[in-house]
């Protein structure tokens, strides 16, 4: 599943190209995870302001509304000026005078959805219950404290939730708990201020240095050009079951929490 540095690596990948291209055409594959909620032709003629990302959303503005795009569990953009003729993947073509946005999406759990503007009753829903970006300014280390005293769940579910920051997905709640040297399995509530001093630093961190190498390698995720990146391949934890850890040599355990795999050092994230 694309997780926010993904998303992110993405957004770069074709940003500057798209911004201030008019477009051209629009053409709708087989039903995706929401419908566009807009006439596709209604879209022809207007212009590309630039591209923004919320959470794990990619925002396209344009000069009348905004595109919210999702890319699901599979979902990959592509962004050139001769795109082959589409496949049986290929769902949302945006033809622009820079060259055609392209999501291929084979599970379809992605989604292109268009709003009036950010206030709009859509808009709302899909961007509304979002937390703080943990690569922004908003993200501090006070709210994020106090938030976590407020949460009894286990900190690896908390993290996951993304109601108090987004973005923080399945490996990378993983890894920053490593980096953290917290349990995952430990109350968000009895998390102690330098602990969540240095839970907020490997946040940061994690997600920073996996933006900065192009994103993972999960299966299911290629990159805009059609690459992937290698972050996985340098997980300290995540993935790596059985496998002695990288600092103290002790096999790392995985266990199960809702439904998702965590990975840990039982000496490193003593609790
Ligand atoms: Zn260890």
Redesign the pocket.
């Known amino acids: 599943m694309p997780e926010l540095p993904e998303v992110e690596v993405t957004r770069l990948g074709f940003a500057d190209r798209i911004a201030g291209a008019r477009i051209e055409a629009v053409r709708m594959g087989k039903p995706l995870r929401w419908a566009l909620a807009v006439d596709p032709s209604a879209l022809v003629g207007r212009t590309v302001l630039g591209v923004r990302r919320r959470g794990k959303y990619l925002l396209i503005d344009l000069d009348e509304g905004l595109l919210l795009l999702h890319l699901g569990m599979s979902g990959s953009l592509s962004f050139s000026r001769d795109p082959p003729v589409s496949g049986t993947h290929d769902h949302f073509d945006m033809v622009t005078s820079h060259g055609t946005l392209r999501l291929n999406d084979p599970r379809r759990f992605g989604a292109v959805v268009y709003a009036q503007d950010e206030s709009a009753p859509l808009a709302v829903k899909l961007l509304g219950g979002l937390g703080v970006e943990p690569l922004g300014d908003g993200f501090e280390l006070e709210a994020f404290h106090a938030g976590l005293k407020r949460r009894q769940a286990a900190i690896k579910q908390v993290l996951l939730a993304g109601d108090l920051v987004v973005g923080v997905g399945n490996i990378y709640a993983s890894e920053a708990l490593f980096m953290a040297g917290i349990r995952p399995t430990l109350a968000a509530s009895r998390i102690s201020r330098p602990r969540a001093t240095r839970l907020h630093a490997a946040v940061r961190e994690i997600l920073a240095r996996a933006v900065e190498r192009g994103g993972s390698t999960l299966r299911d995720f290629s990159n805009i050009d059609g690459q992937s990146g290698y972050f996985q391949l340098e997980a300290t934890v995540y993935g790596r079951a059985g496998e002695p ?1 990288r ?2 040599g ?1 096999a790392i355990r995985q266990i199960r929490q809702g439904q998702r795999s965590t990975f840990f ?1 039982p ?2 994230q003593k609790y």
């Open positions: 850890c600092v103290c002790t050092c000496i490193c």
